[in-house]
């Protein structure tokens, strides 16, 4: 079956630590995008790419980074500048934009939560 | 610009009653509207969504939302509350120039034997 796999559930950082969230997708997506949710909020975006080698900063990018090396792999990085790291971490994908406004809705991973040590 | 308020941060039902979670939106162009649903621990499901189309759209599990741009709103309705519909929801708006999605902050239903 066709879908999008993060890995791992769960992660815990150490102080001062640099950590890597995976994210795979089978679905031959061209688009895929990194969000944060917080208790109580709605989801919001870090990172996003439409195309293989190239990404944008979303709303709240400062203390992460993300290559898009290829295009089933979208990694995030979330490193020691960010402050608050603790959030569970969804990666989504979904076709090429075809059209404004885009139409195309985002399929998603399970979600990686990342607490502190 | 465009954002999405959800008029409800919980709202409670009885099994077997009619439910309703409300969505406003703000959108400079002709928007797509998407509701998504969330269990615990788990990532997003889509459950329907509007693209300019008919106004009235149906979901899935019985899930339904009418699209009224004189009011800006996308309201979420189910005529009968299932104990499986337990979870977060989320109304999501898109535009013209927006490269991803603006999410409302959810509505978390429970619903009541």
């Known amino acids: 079956d066709g879908g999008i796999t993060q890995s791992p559930k769960y992660l815990f950082r150490k102080e001062g630590q640099n950590v890597t969230l995976s994210c795979e997708q089978n679905l031959n997506h061209d688009a895929m995008y990194w969000y944060r949710q917080d208790p109580g909020q709605g989801l919001r975006l870090i990172y996003y790419s439409q195309i293989v080698n190239d990404f944008q900063k979303g709303d709240i990018a400062e203390g992460y980074s993300v290559s898009r090396e290829k295009k089933e792999s979208f990694p995030l990085t979330v490193t020691s500048a960010q402050k608050n790291p603790t959030a569970f971490y969804l990666c989504?994908?979904?076709?090429?934009?075809?059209?404004?406004?885009?139409?195309?809705?985002?399929?998603f991973g399970d979600g990686t939560r990342l607490s502190i040590l | 610009a465009q954002s999405v308020t959800q008029l409800d941060s919980h709202v409670s039902v009885s099994e077997g009653t009619p439910v309703l979670l409300r969505c406003n939106y703000s959108?400079?162009?002709?928007?797509?509207l998407f509701w998504y649903v969330q269990h615990p621990n788990k990532g997003l499901q889509l459950l329907l969504k509007?693209?300019?189309?008919?106004?009235l759209v149906k979901g899935i599990n019985g899930f339904e939302a009418e699209f009224k741009k004189s009011e800006t709103s996308f309201h979420l309705t189910k005529p009968s509350a299932h104990m499986s519909d337990a979870a977060e929801y989320f109304c999501?708006?898109?535009?013209?120039?927006?490269?991803?999605?603006?999410f409302g902050s959810g509505t978390r239903l429970q619903v009541q034997p």
């Open positions: 999501v708006v898109t535009a013209t120039g927006r490269r991803a999605l603006t």
């Open positions: 959108s400079s162009y002709s928007p797509s």
């Open positions: 509007y693209t300019s189309a008919a106004t």
């Open positions: 989504a994908s979904s076709p090429r934009r075809d059209r404004d406004p885009p139409n195309q809705p985002q399929h």
